[in-house]
């Protein structure tokens, strides 16, 4: 059974930084893409940031561009989501989720997801 277990989230202040790992397991992690999403109370899940299995492109949302990046480590079945710079606006839940296939940003196209870690940033 595949799971995908996001650890790293917590409470900072605006400026700061946190680093989220994604550990997945049962699951040929280089034939996926690995991606990071979010979900602000009242608001809909969006898209963070991908790293491609294949060709091992990366996809950041606009919001996040600069900030943050991703980054994986195949050989421990691991992606990660470096985050600098936070703003208050980056406070959500955090959701770690695997594609077998391609860059897509819509969140219903990923086959497995994690349990989600919070993500808080103070002003």
């Known amino acids: 059974q595949v799971q995908l277990v996001e650890s790293g989230g917590g409470l900072v202040q605006a400026g700061g930084s946190l680093r989220l790992s994604c550990a997945a397991s049962?699951?040929?992690?280089?034939?996926?893409?690995m991606g990071w999403f979010r979900q602000a109370p009242g608001k809909e899940r969006e898209f963070v940031a991908q790293f491609t299995g294949s060709g091992g492109a990366t996809y950041y949302a606009d919001s996040v561009k600069g900030r943050f990046t991703i980054s994986r480590d195949n050989a421990k079945n691991t992606v990660y989501l470096q985050m600098d710079s936070l703003k208050p606006e980056d406070t959500a839940v955090y959701y770690c989720?695997?594609?077998?296939?391609?860059?897509?940003?819509?969140?219903?196209?990923?086959?497995?997801w994690g349990q989600g870690t919070q993500v808080t940033v103070s002003s």
């Open positions: 989720a695997a594609r077998a296939g391609d860059y897509r940003p819509n969140p219903g196209e990923y086959d497995y």
């Open positions: 049962e699951l040929t992690f280089s034939h996926y893409t």
